[in-house]
């Protein structure tokens, strides 16, 4: 799977017209929903100028991101806070957003700590893993202060700090990793994420990886160094999972690779609460423009139907 446009080249072609359908009706949304209403305003077209005005206007007034418990949000909830800009951000900021990136992972900190009262092992283990799978921080790049490593690094600090855990190496108890490519000896892929635990085996305690969609275990030491914690993913990695509640992170860094595909990807990831912390020209950007992308599929169609009908 590499970038390209083949469904939409595949909409431009004329001699497929007959057998295309237009689908206008969405499922995945119940009605009045806002993160459904937010999908819409994405696709529809606005002057940057004027679409943040509408966005709060239509869709949800910026203030400053809440905890949010989950269990007491009925249909779905957005929130959106402004990043400050430039010169105007500083440590103590930086350090407030990712307190408030934070929010989110309280019930995996609850269910981590749960294990000293675990009676049953393997309940304990799926009860975290559920937990995990409620909460994902989405950024676009992967650099500065926001990006995906320093969120990752941030939110890990924080997290064992709530533990009073140490860690032994790169591991520690809750550590959320991804794979970055196949590895057939282990038998994982890349974008497969796994949680760390101590396991008893043979009356010993060592540290393992659970990598529920294989439901598999694997030595924690058998893994890649290059393996990397997953409290925060990419957008793209992100592509095909589902959350409860998704917190998208767009600092100024990240405006010349927004476009109005990748928020709308980042969004839908979210079931029930998206929480948006954004610059504010990155925002803009993310609404606006559309990804522009020249596969040639559909000129290379467009031949080979013209070739056909010169054969007959």
Not at 175 to 184: E, I
Request: proline share 1%.
């Amino acid at each position: 799977v590499d970038v390209g446009t083949v469904l939409a080249d595949l909409q431009q072609v004329t001699t497929l017209e007959d057998n295309r359908v237009n689908l206008i009706t969405t499922r995945r949304f119940a009605a009045g929903a806002r993160i459904g209403a937010m999908a819409e305003f994405i696709q529809q077209s606005h002057e940057p100028s004027a679409v943040l005005q509408k966005f709060e206007q239509q869709i949800v007034a910026a203030s400053e991101l809440q905890a949010i418990d989950l269990d007491q949000v009925e249909i779905d909830q957005l929130q959106l806070q402004y990043l400050l800009a430039g010169a105007e951000q500083t440590a103590h900021n930086l350090n407030q957003y990712y307190d408030q990136l934070m929010y989110g992972y309280q019930a995996y900190v609850q269910a981590i700590k749960t294990e000293e009262n675990s009676a049953d092992f393997e309940q304990y283990v799926q009860q975290v893993v559920k937990t995990f799978d409620h909460y994902r921080i989405l950024t676009a790049i992967r650099s500065g202060d926001l990006g995906l490593l320093k969120i990752n690094l941030q939110i890990e600090q924080r997290f064992l700090a709530t533990q009073g855990q140490l860690k032994q190496g790169d591991w520690y108890v809750g550590r959320p990793v991804m794979m970055g490519y196949n590895d057939y000896q282990l038998g994982l892929s890349n974008g497969d994420i796994g949680i760390c635990f101590l396991r008893e085996q043979s009356g010993q305690r060592q540290f393992e990886v659970y990598f529920p969609s294989l439901e598999k275990w694997v030595l924690a030491t058998r893994l890649p160094k290059s393996i990397e914690t997953a409290f925060a993913l990419t957008i793209h990695k992100s592509q095909g999972s589902e959350f409860a509640h998704t917190a998208v992170v767009l600092d100024q860094y990240a405006k010349n690779l927004l476009s109005k595909e990748l928020i709308y990807t980042a969004i839908t990831r979210a079931k029930k609460v998206v929480s948006l912390l954004v610059d504010y020209d990155a925002f803009t950007q993310a609404l606006c423009v559309r990804s522009i992308r020249k596969s040639g599929l559909s000129q290379k169609i467009i031949e080979q139907s013209s070739n056909l009908v010169g054969k007959k």
